[in-house]
Each structure stands twice: as structure tokens, then as C-alpha cells.
């Protein structure tokens, strides 16, 4: 597949020194991630953007754009850091799973000759707990996407029987890759401690506040400096952006800020 019909776009001031990194949920279009681009922007970021289908989150990244995706953006971060200086600032931005499988999936990418590091990395609507098998919530996330009713029992009809036995599979075989990559967002090693933005719901039924308020729990623990936007009334999942604009922009202004400026660490 050519760039030009990879799920990607690259935006914003081409000087920036700062570079968001925007991984779509699953089932999201070009069109829509890159609304969330538009907020960076008038911070004065770069923005590299990608989607996620429902092919791309819930098969084999073997099957389906999501590994040249990975690293197209992977590929993007490094020269961002060439033409900047190895202190040029990246952030990941990651809507709902699909995103943080994707996010997982850009640092895969990374070789030990070229390490891909995430600066600061934001998650909205995201994780759900570590115990659930992912390809289960495949009807439910076809289903709310919002297809024609065509499409939906289509996509439904493919995704079903895979899912349903990768699922079964679940506690003794992991799925494979970008699905699979999921329980590494919860381990040190794999995703570093980094300061970090949780913007999430009150009203969110794909993926509870209180699942997100333990993934919370588990990064302060293991060293990341966290914001939050606090549990967001009335906002369901991936709506907060149109729900609270004013809020979402001030907690990404805020968060960017931070990372731009950080403060200095005491010492003894």
C-alpha cells in the first residue's frame, strides 16, 4: 500500500519542535481523528495522524494496513528528532483502545538502534482493564461506529467468528499483534513512566471511569506525573472533545505546557 493510501496525515507549523502523535479508536476515519489534530495546531505542534478501522484494530496487523501504519509513524518521530535535536519533544495522543494499540504499536516499532520515546503521552477514553479479552468488544465497537445497516451486518458477519475465538483463546494464547500488544501498556519496561493526560467520562459504557482511574493508579505507582480531566459528566465514550471543548483544549494546553516546561526536580 502506497503513503498516499495509508489512514495518515501530517499537519500543523512545519518548524515545530513538538510533534503529537494522534492514534485513532478503532473504527475511526482520517476525517474525524484528525478534528482532535486541529487543538494541537493552535498550540503551535506538528501533528502526525493516523486511523484505526475495525479491520486494522481487530485482525492480525499482518492482514491489514496497521503494521505499515506503525511505521510510517515510527519513521515520523525519528526524523523528527534528526531535523530537531535529540531534545525535540514527542507526545502520543491515543483515543480509546484502538488508539493505545496503536500507540503500542509505533513503539514496537522501535529498534535498539533507533528507539522511538514518547515524551508524554495522552489517553482519552483509555484503557480498559488488562483482564478483558479485547476481541469481544468487536460487535459492540461495529455496532456503534455508526455504519449503514449493510455494512454493519458485513462487517459484523467478518469479524464475529474470528473474534469469538481469539477470545476463547484468550487465557492461554495471546492474539497477535496490534490486539496482542495490549497487556504491554500495563508493564514498566514496555511503557516507560512519562508524564501523562487522562481525559474520560462519567457516562462512558464501552470503557467505565473506574477503569480508567486504576490504569491511573498503576502509572502514578510506577512513576508517571499524571493530569487528569477528572470523570466528565454527561460526555460518552470519545465525545469529550465535542462535549467540553473549552475544557479538552485547556487540559491539552496545560499538558503541553508542562512538557515544554517542565519543572525542575528537587534535590536533597
Avoid at 510533534?19 to 498550540?43: E, F, I, M, P, Q
Avoid at 492480525?60 to 518521530?77: D, F, I, M, Q, Y
Wanted: hydrophobic letters at 40%.
Amino acid at each position: 500500500m502506497s503513503m498516499a493510501q495509508l489512514p495518515i496525515a501530517f499537519g500543523g507549523p512545519p518548524n515545530a519542535r513538538g510533534l503529537a502523535v494522534l492514534c485513532g479508536w478503532g473504527g475511526s476515519t482520517l476525517k474525524n481523528v484528525c478534528k482532535y489534530a486541529s487543538v494541537w495546531h493552535k498550540l503551535g505542534w506538528r501533528t502526525a495522524t493516523a486511523a484505526m478501522s475495525i479491520d486494522m484494530t481487530f485482525f492480525p496487523g499482518s492482514w491489514t494496513p496497521a503494521n505499515e501504519v506503525a511505521r510510517t509513524l515510527a519513521k515520523e518521530c525519528r526524523l523528527h528528532r534528526e531535523r530537531h535535536g535529540p531534545d525535540a519533544l514527542i507526545a502520543s495522543h491515543a483515543l480509546s483502545n484502538g488508539g493505545v494499540m496503536l500507540m503500542l504499536s509505533v513503539l514496537e516499532e522501535a529498534s535498539s538502534d533507533e528507539p522511538v520515546r514518547f515524551d508524554g503521552a495522552v489517553y482519552d477514553s483509555a484503557p480498559s482493564s488488562k483482564h478483558l479479552p479485547l476481541p469481544m468488544g468487536a460487535p459492540l465497537i461495529i455496532i456503534s461506529a455508526g455504519l449503514p445497516a449493510a455494512e454493519t451486518a458485513k462487517s459484523l458477519a467478518l469479524h464475529v467468528p474470528y473474534c469469538l475465538f481469539t477470545s476463547l483463546l484468550f487465557p492461554i494464547r495471546t492474539p497477535p499483534p496490534p490486539i496482542g500488544l495490549f497487556p504491554k501498556l500495563f508493564g514498566i519496561e514496555t511503557n516507560p513512566p512519562r508524564p501523562e493526560l487522562f481525559i474520560y467520562g462519567e457516562e462512558d459504557r464501552l470503557i467505565p471511569p473506574d477503569q480508567v482511574e486504576a490504569f491511573i493508579s498503576l502509572r502514578v505507582a510506577q512513576g508517571s506525573a499524571v493530569q487528569t480531566s477528572g470523570r466528565l459528566a454527561c460526555s460518552p465514550h470519545v465525545s469529550h472533545l465535542r462535549s467540553y471543548p473549552e475544557v479538552y483544549e485547556k487540559a491539552l494546553a496545560s499538558f503541553a505546557a508542562s512538557l515544554e516546561n517542565p519543572r525542575p526536580v528537587s534535590r536533597l
